[in-house]
């Protein structure tokens, strides 16, 4: 079949990540011919700033080298300014600076013409020496002026004015912002907020003259007074002037829509100017037209910060594509300033207003600054300066419209703040040294990921992760990571919804999709799955995998057939894989009890298979560790010759049940714990869940056995017991919170075990019950399992329903075909 | 010439799955098998801190680390970029439903 022709005209960052993302869902469709007026390959416009600061060089910001335009057949005219298309020929035609002419056909028509810097009408304006702020010419422009220049006037204080500034600055300029309105980056910060970081970039020696209007830039005068070809000076209406050898122009950018409105696309009229398109990114006046990024106006917003752009990239291809799935339905943005040393972060709406309600911190000394807005409970935005680690918390619970009312009382102290291990309660990504350690488990220092970010282009933490490792591990500085990829890359980061964000790399869809459909259409295997949603692999890998195996089981229980295949090694072997391939073994001992016979069969098994370490662990039960894969069938066998089955300490699954001594012997206890604890270690046998899940039973509220940082948590009082969910020990120290209180063992285990099954049934995989309760809310999951009784005694009676026919996996795994896995084949020399 | 031994059946190795081949004095071998029934050798040794790919989950043509999840290509033994290096490759061939092995 002939292929389609793709023309791309303007070669900027959204056109091309749209070739890129169309190259991933179809790179045979189309012969792709690529315009730019630059001459140039695709370089990341955002790093300008780092560049004219010094810090960066021009090869380092390219993103798309001219061999990647060669490796993918694309066709690169650089230097060639498209100046007409022809509609009724569907061709295109460019112009070189030369005059020479180049035509090319189209079958589709991909517009990027990007945006042009406003320059307002003043006289002097067209003068030498004054410059708008956009591409590598004008950079280049300003690093030679600096070379020879000592006065600069940067008119506009947003974001590239400052980012400007602050670059010519570095380079030894005498630099003064000018600014229009009555504080600095009045569109993303409120008066405090630009107070703060006015007086930070002044201690750095910048100067500003707020609240000025431009009158007019004029020449520069020889000491004759003859007047020059440069511009020379700068004068305000209110008569000041101040000398200027660099005029740069930062007020703001216009959608460039020239030639798409000279071939009768329509362009819009009045204040909403851009190349119109529809939610699928195709022009509202021809369908073979697509438009993205800085040049277009969709539902009446030009976005001039590249994260939205590059979500418009991702729907416009997958329609190039003609998958024909997704909608561009706008974005939400967020603000970071990219100068070194400054944190800053704003998103939303933080003008206040009519039913809007705000929470401020305020520590002037202390340079830091946080101001939330509230609307009927939710976000609606925020400003933050000095501390900025919660940005991106923050602005996911905006994105997900998610109510706060519940951590209203603590929403300014950030997520969690407390317990978080690994690298030092660090939370100032941008003043953090480049030696510093972010990542613990990795051993990642903040210099090698800047350094990746710039060098490699990444835009995401999954690319950040998969490059430098840092926040691959625990995870516990992933928001840190995100800091330091935000204050890198600026108002290019965006982080996803986790409600958005795909599996992995074998698909589009999110958990939240995948799971629904399992349900929806009865789906029971992992085929099924892979077909009715198009997975782009033909078997997934080893992150949907599991998941994807886990879901079926969970949602169909007895009908969806385990696949161990898609399952960790973990799982598969029933035992832990250490870092030398050498297994750990942990028979279960019930509520951490045990018997002088199980203790004397562990002793008789350790010594006889030679096991190396023998530790007791924090779910109060004996590891066998160093175990040679090969003896595992033979060890089980002894083990469960002694009456002991799989301690699963190895699985997604339920580990421990953690018990105190009690009222059995305690003289405080007022509950039988370890009674309770051994009855819902027995109810909750082989339950496979989303992550692993560990339980704790005291016996009174003097908690020995640490309840309040489990899965569920059990305490014992006078009347009953009190139930607490969501406690985490791990990477980071999370108490649990309290459900509710009960009176009875049966209905501790009623309601313990609705709770888990609610978890097991709409958590995602590998995330913790203190993640699900976050995502989903406390009240959520109490109107589920406290307040609807019915529904509680369905979830606990579909949890035992799972579990009827549960078997000691030590067992089944000695059965003929399934202990060929742990034998090696030997070959004779 | 070529020494091809014969291992075992074809079916003794689960789809999407791998057996080890112990040699006297000698490395283990990892033998994968994928959906597709194609087989491939290669060191049972993760270029980067040794961990047993034989132990990993097999996915199209790769297989990954059980240690710390570096993706090891099974035609060419290389690590998926970005991380980079490569293990030891062995022929290995199906006959008649046999699985031989080229040492």
Same mark, same amino acid.
């Given at each position: 079949m002939k292929k389609m022709k793709l023309v791309l005209v303007g070669n900027g960052m959204a056109g091309v990540r749209t070739i890129e993302e169309l190259l991933k869902l179809a790179p045979d469709l189309y012969d792709i011919t690529v315009f730019g007026a630059e001459p140039h390959g695709n370089y990341n416009r955002i790093l300008l700033s780092p560049v004219l600061a010094g810090e960066m060089t021009l090869p380092e910001i390219m993103l798309n080298d001219l061999d990647w335009y060669r490796d993918n057949d694309i066709t690169l005219h650089a230097g060639r300014q498209v100046t007409k298309i022809d509609r009724v020929k569907r061709k295109v035609i460019a112009e070189a600076a030369d005059g020479s002419l180049t035509e090319a056909d189209y079958d589709r028509l991909?517009?990027?013409?990007?945006?042009?810097?406003?320059?307002?009408?003043?006289?002097?304006?067209?003068?030498?020496?004054?410059?708008?702020?956009?591409?590598?010419?004008?950079?280049?422009?300003?690093?030679?002026?600096?070379?020879?220049?000592?006065?600069?006037?940067?008119?506009?204080?947003?974001?590239?004015?400052?980012?400007?500034a602050n670059g010519l600055m570095l380079r030894g300029m005498d630099v003064t912002v000018v600014h229009i309105g009555e504080w600095i980056m009045e569109r993303q910060l409120d008066r405090a907020a630009a107070d703060m970081l006015q007086a930070s970039l002044e201690a750095k020696g910048m100067k500003f003259l707020l609240a000025r209007q431009t009158e007019a830039l004029l020449p520069a005068r020889t000491e004759r007074g003859d007047m020059m070809a440069r511009v020379g000076a700068v004068r305000f209406k209110d008569g000041m002037e101040i000398p200027a050898d660099l005029v740069v122009v930062a007020a703001g950018i216009r959608p460039n829509y020239v030639l798409a409105e000279s071939a009768g696309l329509y362009c819009g009229s009045g204040r909403v100017r851009g190349i119109h398109v529809s939610d699928t990114l195709q022009t509202v006046t021809d369908p073979r037209i697509y438009a993205v990024g800085e040049c277009v106006a969709h539902r009446g917003i030009a976005y001039g910060l590249v994260a939205p752009l590059f979500e418009q990239g991702k729907v416009c291809a997958n329609h190039l594509a003609n998958f024909g799935i997704g909608r561009y339905e706008g974005s939400v943005t967020s603000t970071k300033l990219k100068v070194t040393g400054i944190d800053v972060f704003s998103a939303g709406d933080f003008g206040g207003g009519p039913g809007t309600e705000e929470i401020v911190l305020h520590d002037k000394q202390g340079g830091v600054y946080k101001r939330v807005v509230l609307k009927d409970d939710r976000i609606v935005g925020s400003v933050l300066y000095g501390d900025t680690a919660d940005g991106s918390w923050y602005f996911q619970l905006m994105k997900d419209r998610q109510s706060v009312a519940e951590i209203r009382d603590h929403l300014m102290f950030g997520q969690n703040r407390l317990g978080d291990t690994g690298h030092k309660g660090e939370n100032r990504a941008a003043s953090m040294p480049d030696t510093a350690e972010v990542c613990g488990c990795n051993g990642v220092c903040k210099g090698t990921i800047v350094k990746a970010i710039k060098e490699q282009g990444l835009f995401t933490l999954d690319e950040v992760k998969k490059h430098t490792k840092a926040a691959s591990s625990c995870g516990s500085c992933t928001g840190l990571v995100e800091q330091i990829l935000a204050s890198t890359v600026g108002g290019a980061y965006q982080a996803v919804s986790a409600n958005d964000k795909p599996v992995c790399a074998c698909t589009e869809h999110s958990h939240k999709v995948v799971r629904e459909a399992i349900f929806k259409h009865h789906l029971t295997s992992k085929e099924a799955v892979f077909e009715t949603l198009n997975?782009?692999?033909?078997?997934?890998?080893?992150?949907?995998?599991?998941?994807?195996?886990?879901?079926?089981?969970?949602?169909?229980?007895?009908?969806?057939?385990?696949?161990?295949?898609?399952?960790?090694?973990?799982?598969?072997?029933?035992?832990?894989?250490?870092?030398?391939?050498?297994?750990?073994?942990?028979?279960?001992?019930?509520?951490?009890?045990?018997?002088?016979s199980e203790l004397r069969a562990i002793a008789d098994a350790a010594e006889k298979y030679k096991v190396p370490t023998v530790k007791v662990t924090g779910g109060q039960r004996i590891d066998l560790l160093g175990i040679k894969k090969e003896d595992l069938p033979a060890i089980w066998a002894d083990l469960n010759a002694a009456?002991?089955?799989?301690?699963?300490?190895?699985?997604?699954?339920?580990?421990?049940?953690?018990?105190?001594?009690?009222?059995?012997?305690?003289?405080?206890?007022?509950?039988?714990?370890?009674?309770?604890?051994?009855?819902?270690?027995?109810?909750?046998?082989?339950?496979?869940a989303p992550h692993k899940v560990k339980l704790a039973v005291s016996g009174c509220p003097r908690?020995?056995?640490?309840?309040?940082?489990?899965?569920?948590?059990?305490?014992?009082?006078?009347?009953?017991?009190?139930?607490?969910?969501?406690?985490?020990?791990?990477?980071?120290?999370?108490?649990?919170?309290?459900?509710?209180?009960?009176?009875?063992?049966?209905?501790?285990?009623?309601?313990?075990?609705?709770?888990?099954?609610?978890?097991?049934?709409?958590?995602?995989?590998?995330?913790?019950?203190?993640?699900?309760?976050?995502?989903?809310?406390l009240d959520y999951v109490k109107s589920r399992v406290v307040e609807d009784g019915d529904n509680r005694r369905q979830l606990h009676a579909r949890l035992l329903d799972a579990l009827k026919d549960a078997r000691d996996p030590w067992q089944t795994s000695r059965e003929a075909q399934a202990i060929k896995q742990f034998i090696p084949i030997k070959v004779e020399a | 010439?070529?020494?091809?031994?014969?291992?075992?059946?074809?079916?003794?190795?689960?789809?999407?799955?791998?057996?080890?081949?112990?040699?006297?004095?000698?490395?283990?071998?990892?033998?994968?098998?994928?959906?597709?029934?194609?087989?491939?050798?290669?060191?049972?040794?993760?270029?980067?801190?040794?961990?047993?790919?034989?132990?990993?989950?097999?996915? =199209?043509?790769?297989?990954?680390?059980?240690?710390? =999840?570096?993706?090891?290509?099974?035609e060419d033994g290389h690590a998926v970029a970005p991380d980079s290096g490569h293990c030891g490759r062995f022929a290995v061939k199906v006959e008649g439903g046999e699985v031989f092995l080229a040492l």
């Open positions: 991909l517009l990027a013409t990007g945006s042009t810097p406003f320059i307002p009408p003043i006289p002097g304006n067209d003068l030498p020496g004054v410059l708008g702020y956009r591409d590598i010419a004008d950079t280049e422009a300003m690093i030679e002026a600096a070379g020879k220049y000592r006065h600069a006037v940067v008119i506009g204080a947003g974001l590239l004015g400052l980012e400007a997975w782009r692999t033909p078997n997934g890998c080893d992150k949907c995998r599991p998941a994807v195996n886990y879901y079926l089981i969970s949602s169909w229980p007895h009908e969806a057939k385990d696949d161990p295949q898609s399952r960790f090694i973990n799982e598969r072997a029933h035992a832990n894989i250490q870092k030398d391939g050498t297994y750990s073994v942990v028979p279960r001992m019930w509520g951490g009890l045990t018997t002088p009456g002991m089955v799989s301690g699963h300490a190895y699985g997604k699954s339920i580990r421990t049940v953690k018990t105190c001594v009690g009222a059995e012997h305690c003289r405080f206890g007022t509950q039988l714990a370890m009674d309770m604890g051994v009855k819902l270690e027995k109810m909750l046998f082989d339950m496979y908690n020995c056995a640490e309840a309040g940082i489990k899965d569920v948590g059990v305490i014992g009082v006078d009347s009953g017991y009190e139930l607490y969910v969501g406690g985490n020990g791990g990477i980071k120290t999370e108490v649990a919170q309290f459900l509710c209180k009960v009176g009875s063992d049966e209905e501790v285990m009623e309601y313990s075990g609705a709770f888990l099954q609610l978890y097991r049934e709409e958590g995602w995989y590998l995330e913790r019950t203190v993640h699900w309760l976050n995502r989903v809310g | 010439m070529t020494d091809w031994k014969r291992i075992c059946p074809l079916d003794d190795i689960p789809r999407l799955g791998a057996r080890v081949v112990q040699r006297p004095g000698d490395e283990d071998i990892a033998i994968f098998r994928n959906a597709e029934d194609e087989v491939f050798a290669l060191h049972d040794k993760c270029p980067h801190k040794g961990g047993p790919l034989s132990q990993g989950i097999v996915h =199209g043509r790769k297989v990954t680390c059980p240690l710390h =999840g570096w993706n090891i290509g099974l």
